[in-house]
């Protein structure tokens, strides 16, 4: 929501016509909804971005809408979260949508063109949080097997209780 409010904010104090600033807070929208199942969905998210960044990059670099600066801590959440919330297949769509998305930026926006200072500036923009969310999903993943692991521990734990208890019972019971 707070993504959302400053995409919308940057829409309303950005200058230009009534049709741009209706759009841009329809996009604001549209991806701020998009964020909110970014969980569950996170394809959807940088998919979004995706279809956002190259029309962005279709349009004549002086349009006043090819500014769109209220989107950029979205974009940072959709390749977390992509990294973060997909395994298998759709891991290897997210990283395909990623490499689109940093050759779309790195080709089709940035007006400087294709250096090397742009290159490794939109790689360690997209590469960051790309390392971040596999770190953190690794890091789930691995207290969910401990979590399980200690769940195991404490079941084996109750049952050798109840097998010492049935042995004490057996003995008091036979010395009675």
């Known amino acids: 929501a707070a993504l959302t409010a400053l995409a919308l904010l940057e829409v309303a104090l950005r200058d230009g016509p009534a049709e741009g600033k209706l759009a841009g807070s329809a996009i604001a929208i549209a991806v701020g909804l998009a964020a909110v199942r970014r969980v569950r969905t996170p394809l959807l998210l940088l998919g979004l971005i995706l279809a956002i960044t190259a029309a962005v990059a ?10 769109w600066v209220g989107l950029f801590p979205f974009l940072l959440l ?3 979260s992509a990294a973060a919330h997909t395994s298998g297949a759709r891991m290897v769509v997210a990283g395909v949508l990623t490499i689109a998305l940093y050759l779309v930026n790195v080709v089709g926006i940035d007006p400087a063109g294709v250096t090397a200072e742009t290159a490794v500036f939109y790689g ?15 890091r789930r993943l691995n207290e ?16 050798e209780r109840a097998r010492i208890a049935r042995e004490l019972h057996d003995v008091v019971a036979h010395a009675i």
Do not use: C, M
């Open 124 to 138: 360690l923009l997209f590469g960051s949080p790309w390392v971040t969310g596999r770190a953190v999903r690794q």
């Open 144 to 159: 969910r097997q401990l979590e399980h692991e200690r769940a195991r521990a404490s079941a084996a734990i109750v049952a």
């Open 78 to 80: 959709a390749v977390y």
């Open 58 to 67: 279709a349009l004549p670099k002086d349009d006043a809408t090819g500014d």
